[in-house]
């Protein structure tokens, strides 16, 4: 894949957020982050990183993306679904996969996802190997140190446990909901005034 940008920084299991699903909050401004559904890759001190999950792209498809990657087979044996990961480094393709298959270049996030941002994950996808599920994300949501806690205690993201339906499945007209459901919210109920006791 293209290396537009540096690698961003993968933290350590333990660290904050990483592992779980940021749900924006019904009132975010930022158009690109309405009602979005975020994986957390890392969540240190140093900033944050993670990959927006409920932005499908349909061009390109991944057959357009091997053939300008010359990647072989064409078509491939497997598909993998692509979406708009973040505003950051958009020409640059993360796959977020179950780490029952890891490559030299993959980076354990927590106990069962992995971030690959090398050709290889491609290579034994097209193949039809590879990891159980994953997806292939262009771009990234970054975010400085302390910028996402402020952001966080400013009322502008809830988060919630990760599963496999909702990082891999198709349905991402539903997905923002779905998350909110998870901690037992109507989104028509929540404020956009942050409580403080």
Known sequence: MP????????????????????????AMADPRFAQSLIYLCAHTPEGAMGLVLNRPIVKPTFDDLLKQLNVEPLPPVRQVKLCAGGPV???????????????????????SM??????????????????????L???????????????????????????????????HDTKWRRALAKLHVDP????????HA
């Not at 958009?90 to 106990?111: C, I, M, P, Q, Y």
């Not at 992995?114 to 997806?135: N, Y």
């Open 3 to 26: 290396q537009s940008s540096p690698s961003p920084d993968i933290a350590s299991p333990d660290s904050f957020l990483t592992g779980q699903l940021l749900i924006a909050m019904p």
């Open 89 to 111: 480094a958009n020409a640059r393709g993360f796959v977020l996969h179950t780490n029952d298959w890891t490559g030299e270049g993959s980076l354990k996030v927590d106990n």
């Open 114 to 135: 992995a971030l690959t941002a090398s050709l290889d994950v491609l290579k034994v996808i097209a193949e039809g190997g590879g990891p159980r599920e994953c997806v």
């Open 137 to 171: 994300a262009l771009g990234y949501a970054g975010w400085g140190p302390g910028q996402l806690d402020k952001e966080i205690h400013a009322n502008s993201w809830l988060s919630v446990s990760a599963d496999e339906t909702l990082l891999f499945d198709t349905a």
């Open 188 to 195: 028509l109920l929540l404020s956009d005034v942050a409580g």
